[in-house]
């Protein structure tokens, strides 16, 4: 580590090794490697096969990792041209195939595809890590399935429902995530072979004007490069619509853990959840006793700067002038990785935070007497009403000791007396006994908060994780805190 | 039209009639009542026939579009609760129906689904409009699909490519705004019938607990309002995930269209395309021959608006605390119309524009042959590598006369002397004569443009538009300019 | 009320009749006038006296708000030109003047200079309204400046600090704000009279050749319309950075009402701190005794849409091509109204907020105790390291017993008995008396806070109350809840 | 450099050695020990000589830089605290301070008080980047002062203008960025000595409650750290609004540098205009010959990222909770550098564009006889006005021809003749000879450009180059392209 100049944090702190070398030169140029063997191959294929022999094939095949990067970089430096600068240094590898490496292509022919190889295993790299905290998310809303807590809207409390249900919020939205992901998937394409500024010119040159065999090179290498098909048509790069897809389906990601960090971070003050603590993490200096909730706030931090990205993507397109310019250039290259590392960096933290979460019941319990006879006051009003009272006239009622007895909490710090005030107005048709029976079973003011649990894992999310099993892999979410 | 307060210009300039209505208070109540009528139908229809009874049903549904606003405003300012006030005010018109209005749901019951309601429609509109647009910029691009024009990279000429098959190009990026549509038609559900935090605990109580029913009111309320699913699962409202989701959608229209009109509002200052131009229009007071590209200009304004809001609709998803704050109101507010609203003026414009663009051919000509000599280059030196000839070689040779070439034309304003200055030097194998031979064809240069842009006319958008045919309705891109 | 189309929002709900005014048709056309009445007078003081007469002047001075504006609108729609069409309306009204009007000048004459007139006039009101919310929350903390309430880092308890104190903080950003502002009306210029592209050409020739007259022409304008100078140099329009200045100005303002109102929203669920509460405000229809901070959550989402808009302007700016494209003007018809009047709602919330706030000392009394055992760990280290015990050992222990009692709190909803557990431990060298002794003065805790905010508010916020008392007008700060 | 992960190309590709040095460890941990040298020092000379004695002093002072990483990282390692590692480090090589290194501080005295002391060498390094653009700048707008040149608006050609006069506009929006520089710099200060959450609670007690010994403890180290002030209040850090304001700042240097890039762009596709070429440079491999405005398009994509920044810091400061969440590190950690750093980047391409910008006066000529005849239609109007005829008949005749001809050029690529059509048309009272010489002299048409941009050099930009020339250093502009 170089202690005299910045170093990426995204690097040095928060992501998994895989992403840091799906982005790393060695990655790159290794790709770029795969394109020219790609491309050679097709041509072969397509029966230029006294220029592309076969011998010249296996020689590139051979030494697709065989890159000697000082060469490369002191022939970029002298010729201030990157990829012509590694088709000299493969060139020097394979000096039988030196003539034929790049033939009839430009340089976009190995950035551009290298690009979407590399963007496209990097989107599937997430969409394990989205599936594992899918998964944890999915075992805890199980286990917590149960058990009534305050909802709140306003961050006041409101009706009471699950810990499981509220879970499951978070996951429909991971779902969606998902399926957004599938999305821009099925939507990612290959450049193909498309010459300097889309119109495979030097392709149909070089195939004597036979269009229908330019039109299978393009096919033949995206196929051999991993995808099923390539852009129908491109200017001198792939549409950078496509960025502007992947940074929207990476911010959604984002935007999905940052409101479940937030509201755990609300739910560790309340003390009834916290994210899992090591034995040896320390709070501050000062304050030994504090279980402060980092990651899910440096999960908050990262979120925010990826949610704020997909903006330079659209400004990067939709400012693209004709065929290309290259003011896409600097920015891609920062922003590209940065999403995929945040976004990697993010779930994780969100895996590593669901797979091992606290749920205090005692504290949850201990909010939802307190608050209870509030929330009663729909019940009262309903049972009330069915006695034959105007809803209007009780609504009236219960507010005016509602708010007093919330008064009395707030000004003086007292405990919850609604219910005996109410059994003491004769306007209320019911005595204390009566009321406290009204509220002594709290979980019924769940509702169908449990059952809707159920429902959901087993509707929606035990088939996805069934459908996905072989896919998923286990990811590596120990944090350096 | 009120002079001494604020107008919103996007109302009084820009959009369409239909897409105004679709945010109006009239548009809002009215489906407010829709959805009651849903709910009372769906809750008799499931069995509550004696509290909920068909003579109520034929009353609700009878006065749907029945609103006395002064009623129900004046009842709002009373009891402060915009809800409560329309349900009063209905019940006026349905004093049969009065007590079970509403029965068992809160306000997001209406809200909520109101606004998808809404929000699905508008969507409909906006995707007719991106259907129109792609359909006359599809006859455009068929009708110059052969007409060789330079192709830009870095806005430098780069090597020729056709009219039609630059505007390919858009078209893609259209089809993918299409695609993610569609995608977010596919996502958007009712919200059905949650009750308060989504626990559906009063329709629970209603329907004495049966799980059964209350799953099946919630779907058919979800059917009657127009979705064929409900989402399985909300808080107090539908996730905003769903509303940046929205943003997104809209947002990737405008930034399409903003690439367009850039690039249209160049080619304008080139000469060679512009945007129709009215008889009665009129530049500014002092320059009377200006034909501005006013249209295109506008466009990308509103454009870099559009592009901005899924921003905010990121902020408020992903700041929501738990079952849901109400930070989400006047935000919301806003912005939903607002992207939409601008999506229409965008289409509205972008429609317009493609309607009845004019190419000046001749300019296009001009600046083709100017350039030509340039871009025969790399014809020239495969030419010349066909002659035996170094590649590395004839390329130094060859940049040394460009860059003078290139310089004369800068420096004294010259024609470009190119071929003449190639021919002249003996390391170049040819002759002036065969040197203008290689550079007569100009079509030739343009590779498989044309054949790409019929291909992708006939493989892509047609059947595309034909699919579409009965859903696309003319619409009035008439602009007051 | 128009019914049947969208209604801005910002209009019919949040913002002042001063604002709205600011920015409608009236003030704008007026305003032209008055720039139309600027230039005649400059041009008639520099000489240009039998051509432009002082009759003439009268005329005009006398017509500056007699607007016919039907036959304005209808010559606009005749010849699509609406500053030739108010120019033509004013003739109506000025027969002798008719042929003056406007003379030498270009469109963006009267467009510029009253957008630059509106806007100063616009940031006054908000300066207003800031010096309005810094008045009262001064109020407020000094009010409140010794009560000890928790400090929360982590939005975990840390050490106790003052009401008052936490206060001085959103005091402080709002003095830098105000900064802001200045600065902003220190850079802000009339755009003068400077001619079609800026070159005065026009004027030039009007002066015949005279240089300095026509500097003198552009100051005198200037400085009638309220500007001690005009933009030394400029395009068409004045330099649009002015716009990103003028929006990251009010950004500000927006995030510290932001800060300020989140924080509100969290005291609001503690029960420790509340927004003012109308009487009649009622709660959600089904909750009767809830007090949600509605004003804080709106001022929220507006501060959040607030905060977004400065990356519009700096796009457009940053996008203007030479001098001056008009994608600058549907967008900054909307951002730039919306951006006031956004901090128009903004700061009538804050002011509303802050002119009422109540504060439940009991409650945060109990909080503070439930807490002080842990919060006196660092004094209680720091007698023992004073008694020789080693500080590492000390804080080993005291952390140990410290996570055990926390652990009690949340997992059995206990009382928090830390003091007891470290007088029981026999590595502690103080008795369960002298660690109670310790705690038993709890405003102790609070450090210089109380001081600091006496200080703060007697050395920075008076003196600036004091130099501004001239300035300063009530703001009506009702709401519609 | 590691092949293997991702390197921040910042870093390895655009930016100075210096700003690089600024965000580097080295810099942070050296400056952390500055803090602790300014405390102990303050301690002392405030009188707690017996506690921190002369000889601590001086053995701190002499290891500011003695630092051992390892040493300090596997410390971190282990008891998972960055600061408090150090302080061991620090206390390894300093024996007899080891146990007042950091009295009475908590971590974020050492953060915060470093994050400001770079953050303010990082702006003392843009301000003079940007003054080396305003030099530069300034001696091509002198240089360029009276090239007539076409002006325009909508990108159309509008009144001429003068080269010089154009970059004038550059100049005066460079200018402001200046202003907001220094007044950053005025609202930038130390976070001094005020402990946990802000309220010096553990100066207060070192110093046995004595006020005024804390306050001053506050502003001495905040003098010994190169500030003339603390803030006055603090959380448990200087609040974010300060980083806010700082993003601010940069971006409004990016958002000039943009403007001034993308039209140089466009003039470079005019050929009229280009940034510096160095002699080695290569196209792209197959177009030898071009000059692609590479800087400038590099330019324009880091100023697109930069400006989007100052969202983030807005996002952060407004969601920070009470005295301090966390949420603010990682991204801090990131974007603080990231802005400084693309800043940076951004002046070194300006610094190098401005040195050596190329005008070719032959194709400015060019485009200005091409277009004169339209331009000249104002003065004709006024001249034959001046004969008497109607402004607005003749604006119609004009207008008509005006077309006539500009249809001519673009549907046939013929030369301009609207002067000729005039001259032929009896309404118009001029001959061909007349008209040509109203054009012949086309400097004229250029107003008071040639005057103003003198002015604007002489009064405002060599006054400003004078006042600051002692802060100027020469930067390295040298680029890697």
Known sequence: MQRDIYQEPLVSRYTSKEMQNLFSEKTKFTTWRRCWVALAEAQHE???????????????????????????????????????AHVYEYGLKCPKAAGIIHLGATSQFVVCNTDLVVQKKAMLLIRNGLLQAIKNLSEFSRKTKDIATLGFTHYQPAQPTTVGKRNTLYLQDMVMDLAYIDNYLDQVKARGAKGTVGTQATFLELFKGDHEKVRKLDLLVAEKL??????????????????????????????????????????????????????????????????????????????????????????????????????????????????????????????????????????????????????????ILMKAVEKGESRQEMHEVVKEHSLAAGKEVKENAKENDLLKRLAEDGRIPFSLEELNEMVSDYSAFTGRAEKQTEEFLDEVISPLLLANRNEMAEIDSSLSV
């Open 226 to 379: 991993g995808f099923s098909e390539s852009f129908a048509v491109t200017g001198q790069t792939y549409t950078r619509k496509m960025d502007m897809k992947l940074g929207e389906t990476l911010a959604g990601i984002g935007a999905t853990a940052h409101k479940f960090a937030v509201d755990l971070r609300l739910l560790s003050n309340l003390k009834v959840q916290e994210e899992p603590f090591e034995k040896k993490q320390t709070g501050s200096s000062a304050m030994a006793y504090k279980r402060n909730p980092m990651r899910s706030e440096r999960l908050t931090g990262l979120a925010r700067k990826l949610m704020n990205l997909p903006q330079n993507f659209a400004g990067t397109y939709a400012n693209q002038w004709f065929e290309r310019t290259l003011d896409d250039s600097a920015i891609r290259r920062m922003d590209i990785p940065q999403c995929f590392l945040l976004t990697d960096a993010i779930l994780k933290l969100f895996v590593n935070i669901t797979s091992d979460m606290v749920v205090f019941p005692a504290q949850i319990k201990k909010y939802l007497l307190a608050e209870l006879p509030f929330m009663a006051t729909e019940k």
């Open 46 to 84: 397509l029966g230029l096969t006294d220029i592309v022999t076969a011998e010249m094939l296996d020689e590139m095949r051979a030494n697709v990792e065989n890159i000697d990067y000082d060469i490369a970089a002191q022939k970029e430096k002298e010729i201030r041209h990157d990829v012509m």
